[in-house]
């Protein structure tokens, strides 16, 4: 009997390991941990404001803060767009085996996780100052609202530049602890047309299948002239850091590294070329090695 009682409970045990084990991959890749892509994209204008806020030698503490506050935030994100896009992931080829979408995760359980997330990230803010963490509120509202935004009018991805460019004031406030300069805002700025260039590159590929569904996109509303509008924001993107780089008094290694960046968003444009979805969506991932190139110049230029 004692044999048998053992037994069954390793059993037990063992079965509910591989119940919580599964259940937390799933909960991974509800916020996207496989495809970190929308990780670094948060990241790199976030690290950008941190190295120009302190001159190249940000407050360790902050440093941390702020990447691991983007990984959070980034995951709480994913959690609530898929709660939003519940019922139209399961119209979409790419994304209907999402784990919100096929019932593998519960509404409830990603409206849980968004609010675990934001919460940690929230209580990383808090050791910050005052000003950070006020800021900070408009980053949650901007991060929980974008998702429904397609379903209202066809500028969710300015809507989504601004969340991801929310980071810039907040870590020039808690860098410097004083309210955000000109240089902050222009960087925000860059963000939001960095973010609303390649964003549409992304809505490019999946264009059929959301005119299909009836949800709202820049590449539905630039349509043909998609191409001319990515470029026109990707110019305008390039003056502005060069805006940055003169109030910022940066010099010749940041503007390598803007020159490579503008190589890139040059390759970009032949990758949409046709509007093949494929290509479209390698163009969007090349966005990591822009934002990269920008930091590199940047830490060159203060280790110099």
């Not at 948060?42 to 120009?52: D, G």
């Not at 502005?240 to 003169?246: E, I, K, M, S």
């Amino acid at each position: 009997m004692f044999k048998l009682r053992t037994n069954l409970g390793r059993y037990d045990i063992g079965s509910l390991y591989r119940r919580i084990t599964s259940q937390l991959t799933q909960y991974a890749l509800l916020v996207r941990l496989n495809r970190p892509i929308g990780i670094y994209l948060l990241l790199w204008p976030t690290l950008w404001a941190l190295w120009i806020a302190g001159e190249g030698n940000p407050d360790l503490w902050i440093l941390f803060v702020f990447v691991t506050g983007v990984i959070l935030m980034r995951s709480a994100g994913c959690a609530i767009n898929d709660f939003a896009d519940r019922n139209i992931d399961t119209m979409v080829e790419r994304t209907r085996y999402r784990p919100l979408a096929c019932g593998k995760v519960s509404s409830g359980e990603a409206i849980a996780l968004f609010m675990l997330l934001s919460l940690l990230a929230f209580l990383l803010v808090l050791t910050l100052n005052g000003m950070t963490i006020l800021l900070s509120l408009g980053g949650v509202a901007l991060a929980f609202s974008y998702p429904f935004m397609k379903r209202f009018h066809y500028l969710p991805q300015v809507h989504l530049g601004a969340a991801f460019g929310w980071a810039i004031p907040m870590a020039f406030a808690a860098q410097t602890g004083e309210f955000p300069t000109s240089v902050a805002w222009l960087l925000f700025i860059a963000t939001v047309l960095w973010t609303t260039a390649y964003d549409t590159m992304y809505a490019m590929a999946d264009r059929k299948d959301d005119l299909k569904i009836g949800v709202k996109s820049t590449a539905i509303l630039f349509g043909k002239a998609d191409r001319l509008m990515i470029g026109a924001l990707q110019v305008l993107l390039m003056f502005d850091l060069l805006l940055v780089a003169q109030q910022a008094r940066l010099g010749i290694y940041f503007y390598l590294g803007l020159t490579a960046a503008a190589g890139l968003a040059i390759y970009q444009q032949k990758l949409i070329a046709n509007r093949e979805p494929d290509n479209c969506f390698k163009a969007f991932l090349n966005n990591n090695y822009f934002g990269m190139l920008i930091f590199i110049g940047l830490v060159l230029e203060y280790l110099t």
